[in-house]
């Protein structure tokens, strides 16, 4: 059974910092493209950011490139998203997500990140 | 902002058909394939529709999918209660190197 398990989210302040988990397990990692997606309260979804199986190629949103890294350790079967100058707008549950015959095939549960002071 | 915009909600008697229509342009809908997720409030996203109009393992024929130019349009037919949801299409977009996803439409079951 495929699982993806979000970890790290939680309160942090403006201009601060976080670092995303999303533990894999259940197929074999090093052969899917994954994603981050977002979604603010009440609002709707938002793609963020993907890499692709080897971490050579690497696409952001425009409203996170230059703060926020997608990252992978195929030995763990784990992907990340390190998130700086973190502000209010990004204030949302972040999704990891699975490619495969689409993006999305398989979704963790979710993590929720609060900027706020 | 979502560059692909769909009705903000539809709604429907159970057994009726709903559809939701997903607009965007040559540079995402124009050019590529369209998805199409259900999200239950309070849960995550589930992949409903890939590849304009192929369903994923398990999820019921009720649900059909369809494209032309630069539009898509997901179809519910039969509607029953646990197809209240969040409705989302997305596409990759060419110009912006990004996927997108629509706006969402809320489908209610009166």
């Known amino acids: 059974e495929v699982q993806l398990v979000e970890s790290g989210g939680g309160l942090v302040q403006p201009g601060g910092s976080l670092r995303l988990s999303c533990a894999a397990s259940?197929?074999?990692?090093?052969?899917?493209?994954m994603h981050w997606v977002r979604q603010a309260p009440g609002k709707g979804l938002e793609w963020i950011a993907n890499?692709?199986?080897?971490?050579?190629?690497?696409y952001y949103v425009a409203s996170v490139k230059g703060r926020f890294t997608i990252s992978r350790d195929n030995a763990k079967s784990t992907q990340y998203l390190q998130m700086n100058s973190l502000r209010g707008e990004d204030t949302a549950i972040y999704y990891c997500?699975?490619?495969?015959?689409?993006?999305?095939?398989?979704w963790g549960q979710g993590t929720l990140v609060t900027v706020s002071s | 902002q979502s560059v692909l915009t769909q009705p903000p909600s539809a709604s429907g008697t159970p057994g009726q058909r709903a559809t939701i229509s997903c607009s965007g342009s040559?540079?995402?809908?124009?050019?590529?394939?369209v998805n199409w997720y259900q999200q239950v409030p309070g849960t995550a996203p589930k992949l409903l529709l890939y590849?304009?109009?192929q369903r994923p393992s398990g999820v019921p024929d009720r649900f059909s999918g369809s494209k032309s130019g630069t539009s898509a349009s997901l179809a519910i037919s039969g509607l029953q209660s646990e197809d209240e949801a969040d409705y989302y299409c997305?596409?990759?977009?060419?110009?912006?190197?990004?996927?997108?996803f629509g706006t969402g439409t809320k489908v209610t079951v009166l």
């Open positions: 590849n304009n109009n």
């Open positions: 997500a699975r490619g495969g015959v689409a993006l999305g095939e398989h």
């Open positions: 997305a596409a990759w977009d060419d110009s912006l190197n990004v996927h997108v």
């Open positions: 890499i692709n199986q080897d971490g050579s190629q690497k």
């Open positions: 040559s540079s995402n809908i124009g050019g590529n394939v």
């Open positions: 259940g197929f074999t990692f090093s052969s899917y493209w």
